[in-house]
């Protein structure tokens, strides 16, 4: 079941990847993100998605994030991407009862090469993460693996936010840290459904919340990347349900 929901989140990405350029809007990803997903008779996990920290609902199918923005921006036909710049899409949808989360930062364009250098690099701790999420290892080698590989590029780690168990909700227990100490915390088991999401900065590691009550951003504006995959733990290793192609 969260196969098939993996399946219709990473599509939408896989449709970002193609549609993402210079002049094309946020609201217009949103809706393409959104017309996706009730094709398929999913439901987009974000819309409306209220937590009790906040009290205004997110009213998008996707969080488009752009440059300085780290996570959950607000998409919307009045933001046009420009040549260089980069996004992160977060998405996440039910299908049939179960939830997918996913997310991918894109080029628009011809980016910097340290732009692109963040990108791989994010995407590359990902990976990582992914490897290390073993039967039998602990949350914090999760953590530690993420946290250690971008210190080496002098990146800094988003500590506000996680990532999290996945199932029947999008956020369930228990949290997912992007940094942390290898074998400490809880015992990883087989069955384990999570999303691991690595939120980096190019900069500083202090964010903050913006005046519409969402979108947070780097204090000292350099650039943020967000991926994110939802997988389970088996036996054998760890499979993703979020298979979304990569930047590369
Ligand atoms: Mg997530």
Known sequence: MMKVAGRVTAEVLDIMRENVRPGVSTGELDRLAEEHIRKNNGIPAFKNYKPAYNMKPFPGTICASINEEVVHGIPSFDRILQEGDI???????????????AACTYAVGAIS????????????????????????????????????????????????YTGHGIGKKMHEAPQI??????????????????????????????????????TVSTVDGSDAAHFERSIVILDDGPEILTKWQSIR
């Open 87 to 101: 996004i992160s899409v977060d998405v996440g949808a039910y299908v049939n009862g179960w939830c997918g989360d």
């Open 177 to 214: 840290p992007n940094y942390g100490n290898a074998g400490q915390g809880m015992t990883l088991k087989a069955g384990m459904t999570i999303a691991i999401e690595p939120m980096i900065m190019s900069g500083r590691e202090d964010v903050r919340v913006g005046a519409n009550g969402w």
């Open 113 to 160: 090469p340290e732009k692109q250098k963040l990108l791989e690099v994010t995407e590359d701790a990902l990976n990582r993460a992914i490897a290390s999420a073993l039967r039998g290892n602990t949350l914090g080698d999760i953590g530690h693996a993420v946290e250690s590989y971008v210190k080496t590029f002098g990146y800094g780690v988003v500590r506000d």
